[in-house]
């Protein structure tokens, strides 16, 4: 197994304890904003699958042409530790409209579920087309801190779970 797989594992087993934490909730509970202002719990999933997604079709896009690729600058990675850091306290930002505005009233749980475990697979499947030159080139930028390598960016990915998991978690507790 590589890294890139190990870090999927991680971020898969995180998914899987999340989704069966949840699975004992209906889509009524699940859809319910218990924070007025604030988003439900299935618009939280909603937005990380979204933000997952985006990741993804950007990686394709910007992967398709391997001689633009830059390298990852330390700026960036500084700028990685920041967020992380202001998001562990418990910071927040809005996020581009694209993964933040115009959800449906309603989702359905498990459709969420199913869609978020075919993103991840689909996302795992076409890093392993990639080699490790491109893959540690700035494949992805984030709208904050830049340039971010296919380690940077899982890494992120890991850090915004945590963050929505903790939002989640609170919200679970006012059902």
Do not use: C
Not at 1 to 20: A, C, G, Y
Not at 21 to 45: A, C, H, P, T, Y
Not at 136 to 159: C, E, N
């Amino acid at each position: 197994m590589n890294k890139v797989q190990l870090e999927f594992q991680v971020l898969n087993n995180k998914l899987e304890k999340l989704l069966e934490r949840l699975s004992k909730f209906s889509n009524e509970q699940l859809n319910q904003k218990v924070i007025d202002g604030k988003w439900s719990i299935n618009e939280n999933i909603y937005h990380l699958i979204l933000a997952e997604k985006g990741t993804e079709k950007y990686i394709r896009t910007k992967t398709s042409y391997p001689d633009t690729l830059v390298s990852v600058n330390i700026l960036s990675r500084i700028k990685s530790f920041i967020l992380e850091s202001f998001l562990k306290l418990g910071v927040s930002y809005k996020g581009p409209a694209i993964v933040t505005e115009n959800f449906p009233e309603n989702f359905d749980f498990k459709e969420l579920k199913k869609d978020w475990i075919n993103s991840r697979k689909s996302f795992l499947e076409y890093t392993q087309t990639l080699n490790d030159e491109i893959l540690s080139k700035g494949i992805f930028r984030h709208a904050i801190i830049g340039r971010m390598d296919i380690y940077m960016t899982l890494h992120f990915f890991k850090f915004h779970f945590d963050h929505h998991k903790k939002i989640i978690h609170k919200l679970e507790s006012k059902l």
